[in-house]
Nanobody
């Protein structure tokens, strides 16, 4: 089992920035894919970004490309999501996820999930 704990969410004004963190523990391996998903009120959960163990060629949703950056610290088993130029449409609960099946945007590819952290973008 892998346990995931997200942090860093909060209230930010449009155009602002936040950095989310997700710490993994338990039977975590640096070879696992780490990703972020989000779920806005009344909407289905959607893919945001994912990164493999060596950090090369991360995947991003089109809606966040150029604004969000995913990175990871394999020594600490932490994945980060740096979010800039935030928009009200980015308001959602953000979930960290870990998968063992390779880099993918599909939620089915992720076996472990965190509890989520709320991000609210509002003036």
């Amino acid at each position: 089992q892998v346990q995931l704990v997200e942090s860093g969410g909060g209230l930010v004004q449009p155009g602002g920035s936040l950095r989310l963190s997700c710490a993994a523990s338990g039977s975590m391996s640096s070879s696992y894919v780490m990703g972020w998903f989000r779920q806005a009120p009344g909407k289905e959960r959607e893919f945001v970004a994912a990164i493999n163990w060596w950090g090369g060629s991360p995947l991003y949703a089109d809606s966040v490309k150029g604004r969000f950056t995913i990175s990871r610290d394999n020594a600490m088993n932490i994945v980060y999501l740096r979010m800039t130029s935030l928009e009200p449409e980015d308001t959602a609960v953000y979930y960290c996820a870990v998968g063992r099946r390779g880099l993918t945007t599909n939620q089915i590819g992720y076996e472990y999930w965190g509890q989520g952290t709320q991000v609210t973008v509002s003036s």
